[in-house]
């Protein structure tokens, strides 16, 4: 696998137990990761569960309510938001959308545009271009300014499978050619993309971090996917014994509900499960275990 | 050199029609047509606060609708209620203090309907020089501004990572509104000015290709309604603001009749939203 990393890198983003709040609650508390040039970091978590927010707080959207972020100076940042829809009284076709934030030569559109496949659409207005397209267009928008920093929050929604097989693949290649570091957040729970170096699990806290298992190392997936697919794709499997309610309680796997999921409350039943392998500081009774080939999340609430 | 009333009216009318056009494009992007009421509406507090202090009209109608966005924008962070709420109370609440005040200011003879509904004769030599030194002020604004008021216009939360300070581009946004309201106020009247930004702005949608062309095209859409309008409002003595109103509208009309080659699916495309 290549690496870009190397000791001496400074990260280009780096959290500090940052939290965020709105509101007297907290949408995300004691994040810690960071990004270096060339690393694939992926955010994973249920809905709501503090993936948009923590990418805004790494990029400066957001400000920390408590913790720190660091950013290095002068960083570059492309980024391709979750939602985003352009009223139809704006008249912007796909070609004018690529230079919304700063100037760019026209060849520096028409490489960006032909590398995510959609430069014949270039005289396109995007309110008439299908999910996928647009989300192909946004992607060739953040890479042509040449980011140090890409931010893609579920870029392969509305995309279909083999769609989302390319875009991972197309985002693989961009990281490798520019060296730029990726904060890419999934609508997916299990399934990544195969080169992200660290997977990190949301749940209104880090609930645990991993690497993820390449599909292409089980001959199952292979066959569930298709070759190209596995090669693309990776899983990473983590069973969580607890869910975060909309009022901001907690409901257990035994069926009761505590105002909070910090450990010694008496409802995490396998805190001394061996196959727990993160941090003491998480300590949310959940475990992880990186090399599961369970598809379906394992979830006995 | 403008000793004719009219060719002062239709000078002055026109500089506000080429200020109008690309602010008016802001607003009906940013959907804040309710929010240019506002601010309109409370120029005429600002209208009876010049009088009860003395200052210069434009000035205190400057000052006081700048001041009701700001007060809007800090409410709104308060988050206590809606938007469109909060509108709907400053509003008509300034117009009718504005009012009010006015009725007990005895010792003052005001002209109400010139300033609700735009009076061609009320343009003086001086108001051009402020209106054509305003508007181009307003103009280099824009074109500085474009940049970060146009992304930010499209994802705000896009535009400050990419670097760029959404929320000053959205105050000076709004101190450029201001400037309008109180700029246009003699000739379109208060309850009017917010058409003028919005209809020919949304005549020009249909033969535009790109933000900037839309620009272009309201100022020029804008400058022949208010010319139509104006001449119209001096044959049949009709109050200057609602015959720019209905020459600009009869303009929109023309833009929605199937002639060009423009698709028109474009602008009926996504017929609910829009404006409020």
Known sequence: ?301 | MFDDFFVRALVAGIGIAVMAGPLGCFVIWRRMAYFGDTMAHSALLGVALSLLLDLNLMVAVFIVAASVSLLLLFLQRRGALSTDALLGILSHSALSIGLVIVAFMTWVRIDLVGFLFGDILAVSESDIDIIWGGGILVIFAIVYLWRPLLASTVNPELAEAEGMKPERARLFFMLLMALVIAIAMKIVGILLITSLLIIPAATARRFSSSPEIMAVLASVIGALAVTGGLFGSLHWDTPSGPSIVVAALALFVLSLLPIGRRRLEAASHSTPGGHH
């Open chain 1, 1 to 301: 696998m290549l690496n870009f990393r190397s000791p001496e890198t400074t990260p280009l983003v780096r959290l500090n137990n940052a939290g965020v709040r709105r509101n007297g609650r907290w949408l995300v508390r004691g994040v810690e990761f960071s990004i270096s040039p060339g690393e694939i970091v992926t955010l994973i978590g249920p809905n709501g569960s503090g993936k948009s927010t923590t990418a805004k707080t790494a990029i400066g959207v957001l400000k920390a309510d408590e913790g720190f972020v660091e950013r290095k100076a002068g960083l570059k940042v492309g980024y391709v938001p979750q939602k985003l829809a352009v009223d139809w009284t704006l008249p912007l076709t796909v070609e004018r959308l690529m230079t919304l934030t700063g100037p760019l030569k026209g060849r520096e559109v028409e490489e960006a545009l032909s590398a995510t496949g959609v430069l014949h659409l270039a005289k396109a207005e995007v309110q008439h271009l299908s999910g996928g397209e647009f989300q192909r267009a946004l992607l060739a928008r953040a890479i042509a300014r040449k980011p140090d920093l890409l931010v893609l929050d579920e870029p392969v929604q509305g995309v279909d499978f083999s769609g989302e097989i390319a875009l991972y693949e197309l985002i693989k290649q961009i990281r490798n050619r520019t060296g730029c570091g990726i904060l890419l957040i999934s609508h997916d729970l299990h399934i990544v993309m195969a080169e992200t170096d660290t997977v990190v699990c949301l749940n209104g806290h880090v609930c645990c971090r991993g690497t993820p298992q390449a599909v292409s190392q089980s001959p199952e997936y292979q066959k569930l996917f298709g070759r190209r697919a596995a090669s693309t794709l990776a899983v990473y499997s983590h069973n969580h014994d607890h869910t975060h309610l909309p009022d901001g309680r907690v409901l257990h796997a035994d069926g009761s509900i505590t105002e909070h999921c910090y450990p010694g409350d008496g409802h995490h039943h396998d805190e001394d499960d061996n196959v727990h392998d993160h941090g003491d500081d998480c300590g949310c009774g959940h475990h992880s275990r990186l090399h599961g080939f369970e598809l379906k999340e394992k979830r006995d609430v």
